[in-house]
C-alpha cells in the first residue's frame, strides 16, 4: 500500500472536512461509521472517551470509502473499521495522549513526532494523527481524528484500514 500518498491526501481531505462540518441527511442511509465501542488491542484508550452513536460527518466518511478502496484495490483488498467516542477533552488533550512514544510503545510507526497536524495552525477546527505497522502480510494505517462536538464536547473518530498485502 502507498502509505506516504495515501496518508498525505486523507489527512489533508480529513482536515478539510473538519473544517466544513459537513453533514447530510441521508447519512443514517448510507452508514455512519459508529463501529463497536472497544478499540483494538494495540490502540490504547484514553481516559474520558465515552461511547457514541454520533456518526463520522458524511463527506468524510465517503471521501475515506473512496480514497481507502482506491488503497485496498492497489495492496488486494482489505477493510476498513470507524470507531466513534465523543469526550469533555480537548483535540489538544487527545493529540498529547497519542503521543508518537505512546503510540511507538504499541508497535506503530512514528516519523520525528510529526503524527498528528493540528487544523488550527490553517484557521480550521480538529485534528488528525497517522500511524501506520506492518501486520502478518499487510500493512495498516490508523487514523484519529478529533473535532468539536455539540455541547463541549469533542468527537473523536478512530479509523483503522487494513491492507492484505
Not at 500500500?1 to 495515501?6: A, D, H, L, S
Not at 503524527?115 to 490553517?122: A, L, P, R, V, Y
Not at 502480510?137 to 463541549?152: H, M, R
Amino acid at each position: 500500500m502507498p502509505t506516504k500518498r495515501i496518508l498525505l491526501v486523507v489527512t489533508v481531505l480529513a482536515v478539510v472536512s473538519l473544517a466544513c462540518g459537513i453533514t447530510n441527511p441521508l447519512q443514517g442511509l448510507l452508514g455512519g461509521g459508529g463501529g463497536s465501542s472497544n478499540l483494538w488491542a494495540d490502540v490504547p484508550r484514553m481516559d474520558g472517551l465515552d461511547d457514541s452513536s454520533q456518526a463520522m460527518p458524511f463527506a468524510m466518511r465517503m471521501f475515506l470509502q473512496f480514497v481507502v478502496g482506491q488503497a485496498l484495490s492497489d495492496a488486494g483488498g482489505g477493510d476498513m473499521d470507524i470507531i466513534t467516542f465523543t469526550t469533555t477533552r480537548t483535540a489538544a488533550d487527545v493529540q498529547a495522549f497519542y503521543s508518537a512514544d505512546r503510540m511507538h510503545f504499541e508497535d506503530w510507526d512514528t516519523e520525528n513526532d510529526t503524527n498528528c497536524f493540528n487544523g488550527s495552525e490553517q484557521g480550521l477546527d480538529g485534528l488528525v494523527c497517522v500511524f501506520s505497522k506492518q501486520e502478518g502480510t499487510g500493512e495498516a494505517l490508523l487514523l484519529i481524528v478529533a473535532s468539536p462536538g455539540d455541547n463541549d464536547q469533542t468527537n473523536v473518530y478512530f479509523v483503522r484500514v487494513q491492507g492484505n498485502e
